[in-house]
């Protein structure tokens, strides 16, 4: 789980296009990430700005993890909504490689292994402000 003074100290109201409803949970932020965890488990994670280089990402969220926002990993089947963000003419970036990225970065934090991920949803979508938003949560077991 977060600390309560990591979440303390980097409350903001951080949100891209992706943003959803999660029983009040605050923002964590640091530099270009911020990241909150919902009541369910869920975990919602948002950079800022873009970059065609999705390798880009993985460094960036791990150091984030690790030092920000540390999170205890869960084992069970996962869901990955991940949405590439853009204004103007949509970047040419492939989204296979940024959801790569961006569910490495995962590993260790919400998850234990990216191949947990039962269920994933990637899309390229147009938004007011450039950005990554990732939707990670825990699918109920059958």
């Excluded at 869901?79 to 995962?106: Q, R, Y």
């Amino acid at each position: 789980m977060v600390s309560a003074g990591a979440r303390a100290a980097g409350e903001t109201g951080c949100s891209l296009n992706g943003d959803r409803e999660t029983d009040g949970a605050s923002w964590t932020r640091h530099n270009k990430v911020c990241a909150r965890l919902a009541k369910d488990g869920s975990l919602e994670v948002q950079v800022e700005g873009l970059t065609t280089q999705a390798k880009y990402y993985k460094p960036l969220l791990k150091e984030f993890f690790r030092l920000h926002f540390p999170v205890r990993p869960r084992w069970g089947d996962w869901s990955a909504h991940i949405a590439m963000e853009f204004t103007g003419d949509p970047p040419h970036m492939d989204l296979d490689n940024l959801a790569k990225a961006m569910l490495d970065s995962a590993v260790g934090s919400a998850f234990h292994d990216d191949s947990q991920v039962a269920r994933l949803l990637v899309e390229r979508r147009r938004a007011e402000r450039e950005g990554v938003w990732m939707l990670l949560a825990q699918m109920p077991s059958v």
